[in-house]
């Protein structure tokens, strides 16, 4: 991979507009040996002329081998080193529930637990709580517990999950996490991990992060099953060099889900209202279309129905996102990406490592013999099996967005 | 490639069993232009069964054009850089001779050799003496040598070849060598090379070995040819982080040669009794299935009939191999990797540079087009043309031994 600085330096400005079009966890596996996969199964029509228009491969998100979570995954596909830049789980959390995260803060996820009288965990999701009592104890713990020099969000989630923010002067993150992973000892204590620069202020995070526990444990003291908090992910979230910067685009996003808003933003896109359906977001991009010359378009069904083990409801999703297509040609853009952050075969009901089916059309893309978007055919492409960091500056390539190395 | 502190970190325990199945130099080519190769003169119903419900692919041991040894090349498919690990030749050579070398240990490659009344080289390899002769006269070096403060082993290999370790406190490897490399000039004497760290254990460790040449010398006069000693190669075994440690596997090595027994026992593998048969080494496999979880089956005999230049006899062992793939097959493993640790084609008579056609089949593996198990068909799979150290990452990933990276 070329690195960020290195295609900064070639990026030249123009008046071409590129297209990701990602459905999350698109790659998938066959149900049983010799079956189709998702892809394979689905009625495809369009996604198969644009990609005999097209140059095809399969991106490998991280490395052989390893399957990525959603943010790696993401800062991949936009072309951000995901062993570089690593987001924290609170600040992806922070990110899924739409908080507004500064630089300076650092996030933690929480969970409610439970303790016995000794304070020793029982159950580390306090019977996963209602998502109702979550709110409850959230604003409670919100209002109630005060740290000295740093103000404190914590904002619920979802059953016995929270968001813990804290901000302030010199805050430091890469904590280590509270929750021993077993029942029948006390949570641990957090403290800086080895990693972290400003020992000072890690330590002094930390404590705060600590005081926020045990002032925790006093607020909630009747509130058995969920009586204790454990918190883990504690870090800021990462100083990437924005896509305006490093590429010189105004880039923007539309997606449904918080997570995938936040992401985008991380990078310097900006989230476009894109309602809650398919339908809505293809509105969007056909709108905002003269505003923005990158579009990220995030479709998250094809990951959820894959994540449930719904194998022909992921073929469905496929289907459905295959008949916007067209709609996205009549705009005609410059460039149009279609891929996915990683797989998500319903046969495995998870993310995997398997690479992930990518097209990439231009009018100078020099296509090649691949006349099927599916995962089989696709590794016969021109792109090879490629790292989803390559994404990037290839769009910008065939964007006519990058001037030539060396003399 | 991901290094081996970042796979270690996403490593979980399963109780999934892998099985690598490596033949020596298996890569091949045609010995005329247009003819086929080993693999593809080769009747191999087994493998091209396993090809076809596998993904497939080329490895490349080191980097394009580079011909591994055996030693990075065994490295590299084990996970470990080859280009970061380095083995040295009297590590090797100790190895191959089933010397139970220590950590602590440095250990040379000898050669019995000519010198004149003036000490000056007439033959580097002292006619090749025959073996017996070479056994004698190491036993005798082995005897009358006398170092201060160390331990020290002379041990026959072949011919005029043997081994040299010295143990003891504070010895350090990375030397340079006596031999000249020419005629009519006296030995070199041994001095540490650059790169080592501790200068006067190197430097004590340099004076003991040219000691021992000057006392060889001594020892040997009355036996010319073989009147004196040349030394090169001298280094400790490298520090290895076992599988265990960095995998999470309980490895076994089922391996005839020695040297391949040693390379295995170096990251960490139990090198099991295997017999000196290949049918001796699936025994062994059904006998240890029980006790482990990984198992590195090598197979010599291709390798030495490529080196052989005898390509029908390569076909042969290449066809042998075939026919115990079913009983593999049989053991239910959830990974099988067939591959070579480099190429030997019958048409060089030697190691080569080419990639090695390798199979990966597993439950989950996303089996691409590829039905023939030949260099030609592979180069279409869905490894594509991978490095040899994304094997074990990938085989970790289809049984199930890796979490995700990031949330």
Redesign the interface.
Known sequence: MADLEFIRKLVIQAQTKIVFLVMDGLGG?PMQ?GGP?ELEAARRPNLDALASRSVCG?SVP???????????GHLAMFGYD??RY????GV??ALGIDFDLQPQDVAGRGNFCSVDAAGNITDRRAGRIPTEMCVQLSARLNEQVRLPGVQLFVRPVKEHRFVLVLRGERLAGDLSESDPQQLGVPPLAIHPLDETRDRAASQRTADLVNAFAGQARQVLATHHPANMVLLR?LDKRPALPSMQEVFGLRPAAIAVYPMYRGLAKLVGMTALPSGTKLADEFDTLERAWPEHDFFYLHFKYTDSRGEDGDFQAKVAMIEEFDGYIPRVLDLKPDVVVVTGDHST?A??L??????VPTLLYSRCCRSDDVARFT??AC??GGL??FPATDLMPLALANAQRLTKFGA
């Open positions: 596996l040996e996969t399969c991280i490395a052989a081998g390893i399957t990525p979570g959603s943010g790696p995901p062993c690593i987001i924290g789980r992806l959390e992910g075969p046969a495995l998870s993310h995997s490592w398997h690479p995962e089989r590794v016969h090879g099996i």
